[in-house]
Nanobody, 119 residues
Framework: QVQLVESGGGLVQAGGSLRLSCAAS????????MGWYRQAPGKERELVAT???????NYADSVKGRFTISRDNAKNTVYLQMNSLKPEDTGVYYC?????????????WGQGTQVTVSS
């Protein structure tokens, strides 16, 4: 069974920091691109950051310079360090694992963790 379990969400004041973790099981973690997505109330889910198996990173413009994605393959865990948080960062944050084999992708999602940033 594939499981992605997020943790670390919570309530924080604007300007504060949170560190999200996503522990993966049931996959060969080291070969997967990992990502964080978020969904704010009334909005669609959007990409926040990704990190490839080679540790190349990509960030949404809205979080560049504030968020850092990283991975620890020995722990099968991906992290999202969130600094200088803003109220607009509020939402449910989802962990994603993706791997391409030929033309068909393998995609997995966690259940999400709530992040609330107060002004």
């Amino acid at each position: 069974q594939v499981q992605l379990v997020e943790s670390g969400g919570g309530l924080v004041q604007a300007g504060g920091s949170l560190r999200l973790s996503c522990a993966a099981s049931g996959i060969r973690f080291s070969i997967y691109t990992m990502g964080w997505y978020r969904q704010a109330p009334g909005k669609e889910r959007e990409l926040v950051a990704t990190i490839t198996s080679g540790s190349s990173t990509n960030y949404a413009d809205s979080v560049k310079g504030r968020f850092t994605i990283s991975r620890d393959n020995a722990k099968n865990t991906v992290y999202l360090q969130m600094n200088s948080l803003k109220p607009e960062d509020t939402g449910v944050y989802y962990c994603n694992a993706q791997h391409w084999l030929g033309a068909a992708p393998l995609l997995y999602w966690g259940q999400g963790t709530q992040v609330t940033v107060s002004s």
